[in-house]
């Protein structure tokens, strides 16, 4: 059984910094970092194999989201940078528990954190 916990969301101006961390228990392979605007679907954001050395963010957040993984911690980050209000969300954190499983949607993640609620005013 593999347990997630996110922590780091809040409220940010926009063009401020946010970074979101999710402590994993278990064994997990690749971690992704997924969000959902209201009314919208569960998008990918961010995804890292399990050295770390593999990295993929979406383009919506190329160049200001970051996704870092410290094993030793069996943690997840996401470091965002320059916040839009496009991005308000719940961002979820998901691990993967097969080696196989590397993938951008929701299907290729088999456990989940709660969610933690990302805010950019203006």
């Known amino acids: 059984q593999v347990h997630l916990a996110e922590s780091g969301g809040g409220l940010v101006q926009v063009g401020g910094s946010l970074r979101l961390s999710c402590a994993a228990s278990?064994?997990?392979?690749?971690m992704g970092w997924f969000r959902q605007a209201p009314g919208k679907e569960r998008e990918f954001v961010a995804r890292?194999?399990?050295?770390?050395?593999?990295?993929h963010v979406a383009d919506a957040v190329k160049g200001r989201f970051f996704i870092s993984r410290d094993n030793s911690a069996n943690s997840v980050y996401l470091q965002m940078n320059n916040l839009q209000s496009e991005d308000t969300a719940v961002y979820y954190c998901?691990?993967?528990?097969?080696?196989?499983?590397?993938?951008?949607?929701?299907?290729?993640?088999?456990?989940w954190g709660q969610g933690t609620q990302v805010t950019v005013s203006s």
């Open positions: 998901a691990a993967a528990t097969s080696p196989a499983d590397w993938g951008t949607t929701s299907n290729d993640y088999n456990y």
């Open positions: 890292v194999g399990k050295s770390g050395a593999l990295r």
């Open positions: 278990g064994l997990i392979y690749a």
